[in-house]
């Protein structure tokens, strides 16, 4: 799988291939055109309660992580992670967020879940 994280205020690469917005909020600041986004996934967002408990502190990392995987792994998000995945078999993705901390966000997140996401039997 060929999947590449990205803060949206970076500006696109050519290699980015397909470009998917996976916050629940619109990155301030920032218009849908300077983006290029090929799609916003807000089926695959952090909670709101998730992401406020989490407020991006670096000490609460590793629980943030296993409570969003929980939450991707829900039956209602299954169809729309298995669509990334599935993408991601047959091209490039780019997963795009707006947290300011590189290492620590939902994207990182993701991006470790469909690389071990299963092929479809």
Not at 68 to 82: D, K, N
């Amino acid at each position: 799988m060929a999947i590449q994280v990205r803060r949206a205020y970076d500006p696109p690469e050519p290699d980015d291939g397909y470009r998917v917005l996976i916050d629940g909020i619109w990155p301030r600041g920032i218009t849908k055109q300077a983006t290029h986004l090929d799609a916003w996934a807000r089926d695959l967002a952090v909670s709101p309660t998730l992401r406020r408990w989490f407020g991006h502190d670096p000490a609460k990392w590793d629980e943030f992580r296993r409570r969003y995987r929980a939450e991707l792994l829900v039956p209602e998000r299954r169809a729309a992670l298995e669509g990334l995945a599935q993408r991601a078999r047959h091209g490039t993705v780019t997963i795009v967020y707006g947290a300011r901390d590189e290492q620590h966000n939902n994207a990182v997140v993701l991006a470790e879940v469909l690389q071990k996401y299963p092929a479809p039997a």
